[in-house]
């Protein structure tokens, strides 16, 4: 069975402060993305990462980096967090970019 | 016309019925369609792949129409456990994107 896991499942933060978001996957998938979603707006996706050390940007990347060291491993990171940046933070895994993507439990982050 | 689009619903459906809803694409490129189902706080998860010959599983039947560009999902004998929103998701290799719709929401009642 695949699993990805998050390293919460809920976050509250301050603006300003600097948030890490691991997302860990045990299928030795290539590609990891980070998508926030939120009501009405459906999944965007921020940031994709399709080896180690790479990534490309998604469709909303501004206000976050993302860090890949490790296959199994992929960060987010809010350099300085703002409240528009509360949202539901979720991560995928997929064999290959197109087809089928495996999800984590997902972080409910709050920015005050 | 957007990427990827979906009625948001809500659906609302006596339990048994059946129930369908479409999804729209734009890029005539696109090659690989899927949904996915999401129930209420939790992560999307695979419902099943669509194929250009259509696919079946069980009470879920998905189909292609490339010339009109759509994919549809049709729900049989609809049960309470039905209830979530499902994501209509399409995507290209040529370009390696995937894009999800926003979800149309489903409430089977009782």
């Known amino acids: 069975d695949v699993k990805v896991t998050q390293s919460s499942r809920y976050l509250v933060k301050r603006t300003g402060e600097k948030v890490f978001l691991e997302c860990v996957q045990d299928m030795d998938h290539e590609n990891m993305f980070w998508y926030r979603q939120d009501p009405g707006l459906g999944l965007r996706l921020i940031y994709f990462s399709y080896d180690v050390k790479m990534k490309e940007k998604g469709d909303i990347p501004e206000g976050y980096s993302v860090s890949r060291e490790k296959k199994e491993r992929f960060s987010l990171i809010l350099e300085s967090a703002s409240t528009n940046q509360t949202s539901m933070y979720l991560c995928a895994s997929a064999k290959w970019a197109y087809n089928e993507q495996f999800f984590g439990p997902g972080t409910r982050l709050t920015v005050l | 016309r957007k990427e990827v689009e979906q009625d948001p619903g809500p659906f609302n459906v006596p339990e048994g019925a059946t129930v369908a809803f479409n999804c729209t694409y734009s890029n005539s490129a696109s090659q690989s369609f899927f949904w996915y189902r999401q129930d209420c706080r939790k992560e999307p998860k695979l419902l099943m792949s669509v194929y250009s010959s259509g696919n079946e599983d069980g009470r879920f039947t998905a189909q292609l129409n490339r010339a009109s560009q759509y994919i549809s999902l049709l729900i049989r004998d609809s049960k309470l456990s039905d209830s979530a929103t499902y994501l209509c998701?399409?995507?290209?290799?040529?370009?390696?994107?995937?894009?999800f719709g926003k979800g149309t929401r489903l409430h089977i009642l009782p």
């Open positions: 998701v399409v995507s290209s290799n040529r370009d390696d994107k995937i894009i």
